[in-house]
């Protein structure tokens, strides 16, 4: 079993900053890919951020300049800097990852979700 457990969500102010942190654990053989995406109430969950095992980084232009994706590959986690937020920024932010299991079994796995509301 591959668990990604999110932290760091909440409510906070336009302008503000907020960090997203997501931990990975369990049967992990490799992580490739991590990223983060959101969905906001009646709208398709959307990209936000991926950054692959070699560092490649990519943004939605939505975010871009104001937000920042990292990862420490020692402790299994990813991290989104939130800057600058904006009011339509608010939605559920979900950690994936693309992980290859101890069975050497690769696919996409999920965080439970973590609530970003950022108020005007």
């Known amino acids: 079993q591959v668990q990604l457990v999110e932290s760091g969500g909440g409510l906070v102010q336009a302008g503000g900053s907020l960090r997203l942190s997501c931990a990975a654990s369990?049967?992990?053989?490799?992580?490739?890919?991590m990223g983060w995406y959101r969905q906001a109430p009646g709208k398709q969950r959307e990209l936000v951020a991926t950054?692959?095992?070699?560092?490649?980084?990519n943004y939605a232009d939505a975010v871009k300049g104001r937000f920042t994706i990292s990862r420490d590959n020692a402790k299994n986690t990813v991290y989104l800097q939130m800057n600058s937020v904006k009011p339509e920024d608010t939605a559920v932010y979900y950690c994936?990852?693309?992980?290859?299991?101890?069975?050497?079994?690769?696919?996409?796995?999920w965080g439970q979700g973590t609530q970003v509301t950022v108020s005007s």
């Open positions: 369990g049967s992990i053989f490799t992580i490739n890919s």
């Open positions: 994936n990852g693309r992980i290859r299991n101890r069975n050497l079994y690769t696919g996409d796995y």
């Open positions: 950054i692959s095992s070699g560092g490649a980084i």
